[in-house]
């Protein structure tokens, strides 16, 4: 299972941490990932990295203002989303990859293991 929190209100330039408990299962071994859903958009790609933390992988439109990690013995990830934009208003999900994917990919349906979202609003 995967725990999402931190989202919020912020103004436009500001910046939230986004945090993700997951259950060891859930977590050992995979990639972790975040990806996004405006209202009447498809779910998008925002983020992942491996399990060691050695890669990680980003969207071109948050490159440079989101940062990926995690702490493997809390089985946690995190978002650090900086210079935040109102396009960036969305609900955030985190997620965990399939068994035995090592490897980074950009498709929800690469990982089946799914938080229930946490909501960023950005106001500009």
């Known amino acids: 299972q995967l725990q999402a929190s931190g989202g919020g209100l912020v103004q436009a330039g500001g910046s939230l941490r986004l945090s993700c408990a997951a259950s060891?299962?859930?977590?050992?071994?995979?990639?972790m990932g975040w990806f996004h859903q405006a209202p009447g958009k498809e779910r998008e790609f925002v983020a992942a990295?491996?399990?060691?933390?050695?890669?990680?992988y980003y969207a071109d439109s948050v490159k440079g203002r989101f940062t990926i990690s995690r702490d493997n013995a809390k089985s946690t990830v995190y978002l650090q989303m900086n210079s935040l934009k109102p396009e960036d208003t969305a609900v955030y999900y985190c997620?965990?990859?399939?068994?035995?994917?090592?490897?980074?990919?950009?498709?929800?349906?690469?990982?089946?293991?799914w938080g229930q979202g946490t909501l960023v609003t950005v106001s500009s």
């Open positions: 060891g299962r859930t977590f050992s071994s995979r990639v």
């Open positions: 997620t965990a990859s399939r068994v035995g994917q090592v490897s980074i990919r950009l498709g929800a349906s690469d990982y089946d293991s």
């Open positions: 990295i491996t399990w060691i933390g050695s890669s990680t």
